[in-house]
């Protein structure tokens, strides 16, 4: 009611003070059209350049009829559900999250999770520590390696395993053929796949092991999926696997940047990932079933 009082006296006084406008604000701001046989007193310059739009007084305009709802009907309740529903399956979260469900439902025996930790980050660094495990959770591997060259100071500022730690460890070929027997007929889900597949072939090739079964391995990059669900978090156009646990609600079980940690952590992020569109799927099932 007071909004109707207001938008009265508005037209009051605009009449008072001879006001003219086009029809596009005495539509919007005064809700009122020009009476039939009404005459323009005016004509301005479209502000786009095409031609010239008539003004009319608001005393010779009248108002426009009040806006009566008709009561929705329950097909149309649905149908805006259902077109709800099939838009915030359009967002990137949920269109990853339905891509990675249904990777995940097609390769349901052949997942594993791979992760490590290494002396650092240049052409010549090798693996220190390699865990597996598979898409339940269960550790398949968890092994700390002897390297051939020291481990860089900055690596060791993240994952603090020192070369002391490793001294009485295996070197990479004791354990070669058995991590090939439990990757062979698998697909690794690895968080920055690129990195990790490099660092396996550098520590083979150090110790003059095989390597091409290592490039030949099946793997899924968690780390882009991530990108792909919640963006980029860096100049690099990735996201770091705290930062996507962070996105996902995930908190740590154990220590971040222990390579069994984080294939725990890679492993709940993927299926987080995955589960993020059920709310919506079955909103959208039920909404469908009803309007059918």
């Not at 690129?194 to 899924?220: E, G, H, K, Y």
Request: net charge positive; proline share 4%; glycine share 6%.
């Amino acid at each position: 009611m007071q909004a109707d009082a207001e938008l009265e006296r508005l037209r009051q006084q605009a009449v008072k003070d001879g006001l003219s406008f086009g029809v596009t604000r005495l539509r919007e701001q005064y809700r009122m059209k020009p009476k039939e046989g009404a005459t323009p007193v005016r004509w301005v310059k479209n502000q786009y350049g095409r031609g010239k739009n008539p003004h009319y007084l608001v005393a010779d305009c009248q108002p426009l009829k009040e806006r009566i709802a008709k009561p929705q009907t329950n097909a149309q309740r649905l149908g805006r559900l259902v077109a709800s529903l099939k838009a915030k399956l359009r967002s990137s979260v949920n269109k990853e999250s339905v891509r990675v469900r249904q990777w995940l439902a097609d390769n349901a025996c052949k997942v594993v999770y791979l992760d490590t930790e290494t002396t650092g980050l240049a052409n010549n660094d090798q693996i220190i520590e390699l865990a597996i495990i598979d898409s339940l959770g269960a550790t398949l591997f968890n092994q700390r390696f002897k390297p051939s060259v020291a481990i860089h100071p900055d690596a060791m500022a993240v994952h603090n395993i020192t070369d002391a730690d490793l001294a009485g460890c295996p070197c990479w070929p004791e354990y070669q053929e058995h991590v090939s027997q439990i990757l062979a007929g698998k697909v690794a889900v690895i968080f920055n796949q690129a990195f990790d597949i490099r660092m396996l072939q550098q520590t083979a090739a150090a110790f003059n092991c095989p390597v091409d079964w290592i490039a030949a391995l099946p793997t899924q990059c968690a780390m882009m999926t991530a990108v792909r669900a919640y963006g980029a978090t860096n100049l690099h156009g990735t996201i770091s696997l705290a930062n996507a646990a962070g996105e996902a609600g995930l908190s740590w079980h154990g220590q971040a940047h222990n390579a069994l940690a984080d294939c725990d952590m890679t492993r709940r992020l993927m299926l987080a990932i995955a589960d993020h569109c059920e709310p919506v799927l079955k909103a959208l099932e039920e909404a469908e079933k009803q309007r059918a």
